[in-house]
């Protein structure tokens, strides 16, 4: 009896293809800003001391993130204090129509986030909002319109891009504030010198000086007196 080897038949199943849209996705949008911008933000600080400023960019989506331009920057006609900046409305009016659409503006020294006037106001009026504090771009966020009356505040991830250094215009935009800082009188006790203002005794002239900046932007202080004193008049009088 001969035995009958079994034929195996082999089928060949086409690859299914995994369905691709070859659309970016991002869990967390990125602002990417030009190493020059960096530089242009450290010149003007340098020429406003401890105030705060602002400048105008311009940017738009790509795969990579909200991308900032090189060398797209303004410095906007503004009056700058300790903790404000005063735009002219007319003037960035202007800018926004011609497609400046990012906003970077600084905080004193420590502030390394946006305050709640700030989250209400400049950072929902560009597609982009990134701040600068003590030489560096330390957060950002991106306003997304999805309806008529409806924005999409995000925090941002800001990172720093490489481009060619660039000359810096618009300096004489910027107009310091020439009002004079009121100084605590200085006091000694216990052997130590500190700072006395408004019957709060302070350690060191930078924590008066906090609290000042504490009540410039509506947040509770130390700094009170049986007078109110207007914290603009506090810190600029």
């Not at 009896?1 to 967390?28: C, D, H, N, W």
Request: glycine share 10%.
């Amino acid at each position: 009896m001969t035995k009958r080897r079994k034929r195996y038949r082999t089928e060949v199943v086409p690859k299914l293809e995994v369905f691709t849209s070859g659309i970016a996705i991002q869990s967390k949008p990125v602002v990417l800003v030009p190493a020059s911008v960096l530089g242009v933000c450290d010149a003007v600080q340098a020429k406003v001391g401890g105030n705060e400023f602002s400048i105008l960019l311009k940017g738009g989506w790509t795969g990579d993130g909200f991308v900032v331009s090189p060398g797209h920057y303004v410095i906007p006609k503004q009056s700058v204090g300790y903790a404000s900046v005063d735009f002219d409305n007319a003037d960035v009016a202007r800018l926004t129509s011609e497609g400046y659409n990012c906003v970077l503006h600084s905080h004193p020294a420590g502030m390394k986030s946006f305050s709640s006037t700030d989250e209400e106001s400049i950072n929902v009026n560009f597609d982009a909002s990134v701040l600068y504090c003590d030489g560096d771009l330390c957060d950002a966020r991106v306003c997304i319109r999805v309806a008529p009356k409806l924005k999409l505040r995000l925090d941002a991830d800001v990172k720093l891009g490489y481009d060619a250094p660039t000359e810096i215009d618009g300096m004489g935009n910027i107009e310091v504030k020439k009002d004079v800082v009121v100084t605590p009188y200085q006091r000694y006790y216990g052997g130590v010198c500190g700072y006395s203002y408004g019957g709060v005794d302070y350690e060191s002239y930078d924590d008066f000086l906090y609290d000042c900046y504490l009540e410039d932007r509506g947040m509770k202080s130390r700094c009170y007196t049986d007078d109110y004193i207007d914290a603009d008049e506090v810190q600029r009088r």
